[in-house]
């Protein structure tokens, strides 16, 4: 489902819900997002928030795949 939202495959607004970084790292890929602040442990392992944490732990390979089938076989390859 992220796949689909990041790469506009779905009609699903990525802002305000999904902010990429002010800074960018050196690691890692160019799609990191942001996980929102949040004070309860209830919010921290909501699935949103869980989705977006292992979006941004994905390989760049994995992230730039250019189609849904090609992201579902790589993502594979990482497991």
Known sequence: ??????HHLIAIPIYPHLVSPAITYTR??????MVPPSRLKLNMCSFFLSTIRLWNS???TVVAATTIENF???LQSVA
């Open 58 to 60: 994905l390989p760049s």
């Open 28 to 33: 890692g890929h160019c799609l990191k997002y």
């Open 1 to 6: 489902m992220m796949y689909k939202i990041v």
């Open 72 to 74: 579902k076989s790589r």
